[in-house]
């Protein structure tokens, strides 16, 4: 069954009321079996805007991870993030298909320091765009990244979304900011960028 993930992007305006949220919110995850994949951590803006807090959280399904976010539990703390910050909350389905890179790897990164790849795009061109998904595999296999998440049902349930949304996990943030800025993957990008628009960001997990 695939997983259901959390993607948050937020500029956080009042650090005090926000640690309210910090604290409603970390036991409201748990108590439905939610794991921090990324929490703050330092990151690159590789295209677009960016928020300067970044948080993805994953749940053994995408069901779970809807009905955490609507729980009264959550609800609750959920208001002083609002008071306290401004950005976007997506709910995605994770992604179950064929991974570019399990020739080499058997599943996503177990390391203690992963680095990941959050993107949200929105595609205008789609036959162009199956030119750069065929080039994209080529470097995700060479530095042994997982897709997550690649497209799949999603649920905006705060702020803007793009159409697509896709995340990466690579060993570590290092390879995950050599991934993209490697010749394989800058050819690839050469489509993607006539066929989509799109913020990207490569992130520390924790």
Sequence with gaps: MAKGYWISRLDVN???????????????????????????????ALEGASRS???????????????CFHSPEYQAAYTHRLAA???????VEG???VQPAARVISGPPEGPDPGYWVMRIDVHDPETYKSYVAADAIAVEKYKGWFLVRGGRYEAVHGIARSRNVVLAF????????????????????????????????????
């Design 171 to 206: 060993p570590d943030y290092t390879t995950a900011l050599a991934a993209y800025n490697s010749p394989e993957y800058q050819y690839a990008l050469g489509f993607r960028t006539k066929a989509a628009v799109a913020e990207a960001i490569a992130v520390h997990g924790g």
């Design 85 to 91: 910050s401004e950005g976007d909350h997506v709910i």
């Design 14 to 44: 009042d650090a005090e009321g926000y640690k309210p949220y910090i604290q409603g919110a970390t036991a409201a995850i748990a108590a439905f079996g939610g794991r921090f994949l990324v929490r703050g951590g330092k990151f690159e």
């Design 53 to 67: 807090r970044n948080v993805v959280v994953e749940f053994k399904d995408y069901e779970t991870a809807l009905a």
């Design 95 to 97: 992604y179950e298909g």
